[in-house]
């Protein structure tokens, strides 16, 4: 399990690098954009939507990049003062419960939506515009997946912690319960 965790951690640590990137990129657009339009008088739908469609990818690709560094939004009135234990604990009940269902109902709601718009390959509504809308839809789809991997990894974690944590405990209590010279037998074979 440790090492399926570790695969979907890497994967999300790749692609929130690689979006980083499209925020810069942003910023370089953005900025020909009202350069092109109020210095040179010229406008570009185009790249006004591109402006648009990065800023799209960088929110929704790097979602999953956020959840594995546990910078989402929370309201962490008691979160912050729990064991890791408990946190682990809540991190679980809130990755089952509550984000793998609303994420995947996001999918199953958008497949519909991002096929139809594959279908016929819809344009920009706009003169001059980026014919990919179909494109920018799918983002939504893999946001989804990013989403539901990170997910998965996350939910690992915390069960990894979980059992460490029982286990730890277990053998502690059964520590203590021994006479010394048992537990020094047990530390005995447990240092060979």
């Known amino acids: 399990m440790k090492q399926i965790s570790f695969f979907i951690d890497q994967v999300s640590e790749w692609l929130g690098k690689i979006t980083a990137w499209f925020t810069l990129l942003m910023v ?12 040179l008088n010229i406008g570009s739908i185009a790249l006004q939507e591109s402006v648009s469609y990065f800023h799209a990818a960088a929110l929704l690709f790097a979602a999953g990049y956020t959840l594995k560094y546990d910078e989402h939004v929370r309201v962490d009135v008691f979160y912050r003062h729990f064991s890791l234990k408990k946190k682990a604990m809540v991190n679980l009940l809130g990755h089952l419960c509550l984000l793998l269902p609303v994420v995947i109902f996001i999918f199953c709601m958008s497949v519909e939506y991002v096929a139809n718009a594959w279908q016929i390959k819809e344009a920009s509504a706009e003169p001059g515009g980026l014919p ?17 991997l990170q997910a998965v990894s996350e939910i690992i974690k915390s069960i990894l912690l979980l059992t460490q944590s029982q286990s730890q405990s277990q053998t502690q209590s059964q520590t ?17």
Do not use: A, D, N
Request: glycine share 2%.
């Open 28 to 39: 370089v657009l953005m900025t020909s954009v009202v350069v092109m339009r109020y210095g």
């Open 132 to 148: 990919l809308v179909y494109v920018l839809k799918s983002f939504i789809l893999v946001f989804s997946v990013v989403m539901v």
């Open 176 to 192: 203590q319960s021994q006479s010394p010279s048992q537990s020094q037998q047990q530390s005995h074979k447990e240092s060979i």
